[in-house]
Structure formats: structure tokens, C-alpha cells
């Protein structure tokens, strides 16, 4: 049966493009050995599209592409780690459109679709997946990968009863007053209903605030609506901190 689909880039410098996905793209990889890396995308589809009356693209022709939820948020974020994009957006008849370069002679095309899909499954392992990329970015203080995750009417309810808007952690990660040592979880569970779903695990958490060390584990509960322009995360609840075990 098949699972998946296995895409593939010619590159006259493998191993920089392969850097360059795993080190600016940031895919999840699985290497296979000889310095060949295996990227894993949360989602993917497959769409066949008519040659034109001069018959370009040539009959049998294969193209690879990557898509977003929010082209410009994700524009913004990749030049910050050095992409450089051909121009900005263009709206395509399926979605908008821009390509950028890696090395290697590679060109890829990023595109924000504009029709909706049908997701085989109920969205969990998206979530699952998403909520692991907000959790890493709090650790390294991204705040412009939390600020494209978090819904703008974002709220936290933290163990001590504080409320925090979407603009509060944000300025929370540019002014570094946390260095983590230590920011993921555990103990995952999703629950999907509809455009609904609640991810509950346990948090671990270890670093130094204002100056001061910290080291605490918290149950929380995180909650993701799936929006026109995909998954967002609207509300998060803490509970009372755990001690770290010895």
C-alpha cells in the first residue's frame, strides 16, 4: 500500500544543498549514511498538471515544490537565516507563488496554496508535529517561528493564574530574559474534533531566568484551531509546577 511520496533534487553540490535544507529549511531528517540525509514533511500531495499547446513543460516532466500557511511570515523567517528569494509573491491561479535558490544550481518554488485539501487523516500528527516546532522555538527564543504558530487572539494561563497574549511571549523571547537549557516534553497525547485539537503532555523545562536558574516540569494543555490559513495554536493552560526529579 503506498504511504507517502519520495521527492528528489539533482544538485551539482549534494551535500551543500542537503545542509541547507537541514540547516535553513530545518526539516526533520533521517540520515542513511555516506552523508545522505532523508527529510520528513508533516504533510504532502500530489497534483498532475496538462502540457501546454507548445508541449512545455515535456510530457513525463516531474517538479517539486514546497507549501506554507503564510507566505510572507514564512519569507520573513528564512531570509532571517540567510534564503534568498527571486521576488516576492506572485498570485498564481492555485495559490502564491515565489522560488527561492539552494545551493547546488537548485531553484525551489514556495507556494501559500488557495484551495482547500481534504486531509486523509484527522490532522493529529500535523499538530503533534507543529506543537513539537513551537515548543523548540521557545527554547532558542525564535519569536518569529512562535508568532507564526500562535493565533493573534492567543491567550496562556499559566500555573499561577497570569494571564499572556501572543505579543507578551514574544517580547518574552526578543529580550532573552530566559536561556533554557532544556525546553521539550513528554507524554504526548492529541485529541482531534473536528477543526479542533488539544495536545496534552508534560513539559520540561531548565534554564536560567533574569540571571537565576530554574528547573521545573508542568503538565499543560494546548489547544489548536485549524484555520483557512492552517493550524494555529489559540489557547494554552499550565498546571501547578512539578519538582525536577533528583
Not at 81 to 91: A, K, N, S, W
Not at 106 to 124: C, D, E, H, I, M
Not at 173 to 188: H, I, K, L, P, S
Not at 214 to 243: C, E, I, M, N, Q
Request: with cysteine.
Amino acid at each position: 500500500m503506498i504511504q507517502g511520496i519520495h521527492g528528489l533534487f539533482y544538485s551539482t553540490d549534494a551535500r551543500a544543498t542537503r545542509d541547507f535544507i537541514r540547516d535553513k529549511l530545518r526539516l526533520p531528517f533521517s540520515d542513511v549514511g555516506d552523508g545522505w540525509l532523508i527529510f520528513d514533511l508533516a504533510e504532502g500531495d500530489v497534483g498532475v498538471h496538462p502540457v501546454d499547446e507548445s508541449g512545455e513543460p515535456a510530457p513525463g516532466t516531474h517538479d517539486v515544490s514546497f507549501y506554507c500557511d503564510d507566505i510572507r511570515a514564512t519569507i520573513t523567517e528564512l531570509r532571517g537565516r540567510g534564503v534568498h528569494f527571486d521576488g516576492e509573491p506572485v498570485d498564481h491561479s492555485y495559490g502564491y507563488v515565489t522560488y527561492f535558490a539552494m545551493p547546488g544550481g537548485v531553484s525551489a518554488q514556495l507556494f501559500q496554496p488557495r484551495y482547500q485539501k481534504t486531509a486523509a487523516s484527522n490532522g493529529g500528527e500535523t499538530v503533534a508535529n507543529l506543537d513539537s516546532e513551537y515548543q523548540a522555538a521557545v527554547g532558542r527564543n525564535d519569536a518569529t517561528t512562535m508568532g507564526r504558530i500562535l493565533a493573534d487572539d492567543f491567550v496562556l494561563i499559566s500555573s499561577t493564574g497570569r494571564t499572556y497574549s501572543k505579543a507578551d511571549l514574544m517580547e518574552e523571547a526578543r529580550n532573552g530574559r530566559f536561556v533554557y537549557e532544556r525546553q521539550d516534553d513528554t507524554d504526548r497525547t492529541v485529541r482531534v474534533w473536528g477543526d479542533t485539537a488539544v495536545v496534552t503532555a508534560l513539559l520540561w523545562a531548565k534554564g536560567v531566568e533574569d540571571g537565576k536558574p530554574f528547573a521545573y516540569r508542568v503538565w499543560f494543555s494546548d489547544t489548536y484551531a485549524r484555520t483557512r490559513s492552517g493550524w494555529k495554536y489559540v489557547l494554552g493552560h499550565a498546571s501547578g509546577r512539578l519538582p525536577w526529579p533528583p
